[in-house]
């Protein structure tokens, strides 16, 4: 499983379509997506965004498009690129950006038992 964050509102307007991501590929090339295990790394990119946010689960079998697993930073950590549209059956759940008092991210309950990396 692999998960992208979004505004709530923008997933409003996904969520019944067949699938997604112009506005990201054409801004990126690709959709960016992080591993549960790594996703603590790349939270505090949303930190100073006021919109209700949430984690759009994908199970990355069930995409119908490339994943590359790729260190563009140089950090040492390959992250999921979605390299075409996500085909919404792929979306396994939909869950909350969950913040602490602070505003930092919140491990969600659903990944209590993933090893943060």
Not at 11 to 27: D, H, M, V, Y
Not at 49 to 63: A, G, T, Y
């Given at each position: ?5 979004m505004k709530r509102t ?13 506005r990201n590929i054409k ?19 949303f930190i100073d965004i ?68």
């Amino acid at each position: 499983m692999i998960l992208h964050c979004m505004k709530r509102t923008t997933w409003e307007e996904r969520r019944n379509k067949e699938s997604w991501g112009k506005r990201n590929i054409k801004a990126e090339g690709f959709i960016h997506c992080s591993t549960v295990e790594y996703f603590w790394r790349v939270a505090p990119n949303f930190i100073d965004i006021e919109d209700e946010l949430i984690l759009v689960c994908i199970d990355e079998n069930k995409l119908k498009v490339e994943v590359k697993y790729e260190d563009g930073d140089n950090c040492g950590r390959e992250y999921p690129h979605v390299y075409g549209l996500i085909n919404n059956d792929a979306v396994i759940n939909v869950l909350p950006f969950l913040r602490n008092e602070d505003g930092t991210y919140k491990k969600n309950p659903e990944f209590e038992e993933i090893e943060d990396k």
